[in-house]
C-alpha cells in the first residue's frame, strides 16, 4: 500500500515557478517508478512527467519538455516537479502516482496509486 500527499499547488503569474512535492508513505517507494499527471476541466488526465525508481530516467510531455524538472528523494520518499516559465495553459489539478513497475511510464493505467491532486493556476 502507498499513499500519496501532494503539495505546492497556487496561483502564480505567467512566466512564474511553482516546486510540486509528494510525499509517500509505505515501504515500497523506491521501488517504484513515479508519474506526475494533470487534468484541466473538461479535459482528460494526461501526462507530465515521469522517473524511474533510482531517478536515473526521465521522461516528459512535449508541452512541458525544456520547463519542468521531476526529481526524487528515496531517503525521504519524496517526488519533486519543478516547474518553470509557467503558461496559462499549465492550469490544472495535478496528481502524483506510483507505478505498478520500476520504469516510469507514460500511460495511466501503468498507475496504480494517486494522490488527492493540488491545484496549479497560472493567471495570464
Known amino acids: 500500500q502507498v499513499q500519496l500527499v501532494e503539495s505546492g499547488g497556487g496561483l502564480v503569474q505567467a512566466g512564474g515557478s511553482l516546486r510540486l512535492s509528494c510525499a509517500a508513505s509505505?515501504?515500497?517507494?523506491?521501488?517504484?517508478?513515479m508519474g506526475w499527471f494533470r487534468q484541466a476541466p473538461g479535459k482528460e488526465r494526461e501526462f507530465v512527467a515521469a522517473i524511474n525508481r533510482s531517478g536515473g530516467s526521465t521522461y516528459y510531455a512535449d508541452s512541458v519538455k525544456g520547463r519542468f524538472t521531476i526529481s526524487r528523494d528515496n531517503v525521504k520518499n519524496t517526488v519533486f516537479l519543478q516547474m518553470n516559465s509557467l503558461k496559462p495553459e499549465d492550469t490544472a489539478v495535478y496528481y502524483c502516482a506510483a507505478s505498478k513497475y520500476y520504469s516510469g511510464s507514460y500511460y495511466v493505467n501503468d498507475y496504480n496509486y494517486w494522490g488527492q491532486g493540488t491545484q496549479v493556476t497560472v493567471s495570464s
Open positions: 509505505g515501504r515500497t517507494f523506491s521501488s517504484r517508478g
